[in-house]
């Protein structure tokens, strides 16, 4: 079992839609939670953090945990064509930054 | 977000040389620094994860002696790629996180090819 494993997609939605990325990872001992959005070619750039269980928001992103469920996964509301990349969660265990495979998302104008 | 610069963006070496990659936080102190490499189409792979002033910790099949990873300050950590061949291409990328449990921020990454 991967430690961290996401859908590889692609996840295609229309412009408008609600995009919704899903992650699940191995270790129940994880305290810190990660979404990266990564463009091609370049380096994957920070969305949101994730610490506790519940829902947190930030302007169109919402990320939700589910510790007991080990479950981590990121909606984007009212998709834009340039939120099209792979979006990259990352699970912090002993010090390490571990990510999942990715999923590539493509909004469709 | 903070602030991790990465150089050189790009570099072309021959088979048989050095390179060295340069990592800096430059609005915050690093206390760690994880480096990665990334072949196209595939995910983040963590080779090396080290602590300011501490020997780096390597993943499984990395070998220590070809990729060296020097961290002696807060705010600047290396990645030399030793005796470079072509199957070293790659893009690295690094990381930086501060003090406590807290998110990392990568830098521009190195596009290293070599011939």
């Known amino acids: 079992q991967k430690e961290v494993e996401q859908n590889s997609g692609p996840l295609s939605v229309p412009e408008g839609a609600i995009a919704s990325l899903n992650c699940t990872y191995s270790?129940?001992?994880?305290?810190?939670f990660f979404w990266y959005r990564q463009y091609s070619g370049k380096s994957p750039e920070l969305i949101m953090s994730i610490y506790s269980n519940g829902d947190k928001e930030d302007g169109r992103f919402t990320a939700q945990l589910n510790k007991a469920s080990q479950y981590v996964s990121l909606l984007i509301r009212d998709s834009q064509p340039s939120d099209s990349a792979t979006y990259l969660c990352a699970v912090k265990k002993g010090g390490k930054l571990i990510f999942g495979q990715g999923t590539e998302l493509s909004v469709k104008p | 977000g903070a602030v991790v610069s990465q150089h050189p963006s790009w570099v072309i070496c021959k088979s048989g040389t050095s390179v060295k990659i340069e990592c800096r936080s430059l609005d915050f102190q690093a206390t760690t620094m994880f480096w990665y490499r990334q072949f196209p189409k595939q995910s983040l792979m963590l080779m090396a994860t080290s602590n300011e002033g501490s020997k780096a910790t390597y993943e499984q099949g990395v070998e220590k002696d070809k990729f060296l990873i020097n961290h002696a300050s807060l705010t600047l950590s290396t990645l030399t790629v030793t005796s470079a061949h072509p199957e070293d291409s790659s893009f690295y990328i690094c990381?930086?996180?501060?003090?406590?449990?807290?998110?990392?921020?990568f830098g521009q990454g190195t596009r290293l090819t070599v011939v």
């Open positions: 990381s930086a996180s501060g003090v406590g449990d807290t998110e990392a921020f």
């Open positions: 270790d129940r001992g994880s305290q810190s």
